[in-house]
């Protein structure tokens, strides 16, 4: 598998996993909870990207990782406990993943190059709206959530792991 196509199939297992993490959170906030309004948006835009991420994949013939029903069931249930908690730790939660998001993207940047400026185009846009995410739920309190330094690494790692999975299977 070439490069480009280990990158698509990551990145929209990644949008695809943000998408049901918000879900998760606003089942159990509802719409008028704290900071619901802002998830409900953040989870709109991650619709958008995994949309074209989609057509993306679609459109180079790259098959989407076969993890897919694990992404939902963890992402929801991720959003649902970190929402249980509070919405600082949902705040926490997306904080953690956006800041792992950045990291990610910024890498896959470096690795392109001028190789592919479609998909550069693209990670280039998500990574900024990502970094939006996570300083407006830095804003939010994420950093007053119980135990906010061990939730916040857990969820790094936890995404890590599920990159590095999405990229081979």
């Given at each position: ?84 908690i509070g919405p600082e730790a949902a705040m926490a939660c997306t904080a953690a993943i956006e800041t792992e998001i950045d990291r990610h993207y910024t890498e896959q940047l470096e690795e392109l190059g001028d190789e592919d400026p ?52």
């Amino acid at each position: 598998m070439s490069k480009t196509a280990e990158m698509l199939r990551v990145d929209q297992a990644g949008e695809f996993g943000a998408t049901r993490i918000y879900a998760g959170q606003l089942a159990v906030m509802g719409n008028r909870g704290p900071h619901s309004a802002e998830i409900a948006a953040m989870a709109e835009q991650e619709a958008g990207h995994r949309a074209k991420f989609d057509a993306l994949l679609a459109r180079r013939g790259v098959r989407p990782t076969a993890l897919q029903p694990v992404w939902s069931a963890a992402g929801f249930a991720l959003g649902a406990a970190t929402a249980l908690i509070g919405p600082e730790a949902a705040m926490a939660c997306t904080a953690a993943i956006e800041t792992e998001i950045d990291r990610h993207y910024t890498e896959q940047l470096e690795e392109l190059g001028d190789e592919d400026p479609e998909l550069a185009g693209m990670i280039r846009e998500f990574r900024d709206d990502e970094r939006e995410h996570r300083d407006a739920a830095l804003a939010a309190g994420a950093e007053k959530a119980p135990a906010y330094p061990l939730m916040f690494h857990a969820i790094r790692l936890g995404c890590r792991a599920a990159i590095a999975l999405s990229k081979r299977i």
